[in-house]
């Protein structure tokens, strides 16, 4: 659920394929000043699909709007029935040795900053404690009416309530929470009101179609002014949020080094691109910096 207008792109044929030497990304962690750009590919380990990668699900989903959502009360029914049961396994999610590889470059000083697309929360989970979550968290659930948030747990118990015995079988979990349902297995879920005013809840993250709020757009450029390099971990950066980050720091002279099995949308900006799984490349990462992945990391 991201700003995001575009779905796909074709990458690049003149430029050469990624490499499998880290030497260059143990470098720029162990000059230490590296801001952290993260996309869904960083949390696949955890279970959580990516949207573009092998097996990724946009062939399979398209993502709700933000159009769609104010403006239907039907598809706010589809959306919070996927949802609903969606968040009974995204809620349950680990962060996995990448994020605890982040967490740990951020504890011994080597990162300055983290910026995720995810909105899965797994970052904070590992023990990372500035993380700017570019598309918000489907921890928090926002009143379109009164603007007032509230816990995402609250909410569920309130849907189960709502909806006793609502046990549909999902053929898929996607990136943003949302479980692949049919029409028929929507049915007639019932959606509940905003308990403060009556008014239309939604989660606190960027639908696809919606504007990242300005404050945070430039929270992050300032981020990016800061650092010494940007690395970006797991993201085809297709979609522009992410992407002018990439390009923001190409203009400034700031090295942007990619760590993601695929081409991606950046590879033209970046000094390097790493084509490895991402557990074992920052695994490897730690170890080649002498960092233990799970020291301090907190479980979950």
């Known amino acids: 659920m991201r700003m995001r207008p575009t779905l796909s792109w074709t990458p690049d044929e003149d430029l050469p394929p990624g490499t499998t030497d880290l030497g260059p990304v143990a470098d720029a962690l162990g000059a230490g000043g590296v801001l952290v750009l993260s996309g869904a590919g960083l949390s696949t380990e955890s279970g959580i699909p990516d949207y573009r990668g092998e097996g990724g699900s946009l062939s399979r989903h398209t993502p709700m709007t933000y159009q769609d959502f104010t403006g239907s009360a039907q598809a706010r029914r589809r959306y919070w029935a996927r949802s609903h049961l969606g968040w009974r396994t995204f809620g349950r999610a680990r962060p996995n040795v990448g994020h605890r590889a982040v967490a740990a470059f951020a504890r011994h000083g080597l990162v300055s900053g983290v910026i995720t697309q995810n909105v899965d929360g797994l970052h904070q989970a590992a023990g990372s404690g500035e993380v700017v979550e570019l598309?918000?968290?489907?921890?928090?659930?926002?009143?379109?009416?009164c603007g007032t948030y509230s816990p995402r747990q609250d909410l569920a118990r309130r849907?189960?309530?709502?909806?006793?015995?609502?046990?549909?079988v999902a053929a898929g979990i996607n990136p943003d929470g949302d479980a692949d349902l049919t029409d028929a297995q929507v049915g007639d879920f019932r959606v509940v009101p905003c308990t403060l005013c009556g008014g239309v809840l939604k989660p606190d993250v960027v639908f696809f179609g919606e504007a990242v709020p300005p404050s945070r757009v430039e929270h992050c450029r300032a981020l990016v002014r800061g650092a010494t390099s940007l690395l970006v971990l797991g993201s085809s950066l297709t979609v522009m949020s992410g992407l002018r980050f990439v390009r923001q720091a190409a203009r400034a002279g700031t090295p942007v080094l990619i760590v993601n099995r695929d081409p991606t949308r950046g590879d033209r900006e970046a000094v390097?691109?790493?084509?490895?799984?991402?557990?074992?490349?920052?695994?490897?990462?730690?170890?080649?910096?002498?960092?233990?992945?799970?020291?301090?990391?907190?479980?979950?």
Not at 135 to 145: E, K, Q, W, Y
Not at 159 to 168: D, R, S, V, W, Y
Request: net charge negative; hydrophobic share 40%; proline share 8%.
């Open 272 to 300: 390097t691109r790493v084509a490895l799984p991402l557990g074992p490349a920052l695994t490897a990462l730690t170890e080649r910096l002498g960092l233990p992945a799970d020291d301090g990391a907190r479980s979950g």
């Open 135 to 145: 598309h918000g968290s489907l921890a928090r659930v926002v009143c379109l009416s």
């Open 159 to 168: 849907l189960e309530e709502a909806n006793a015995g609502f046990q549909p």
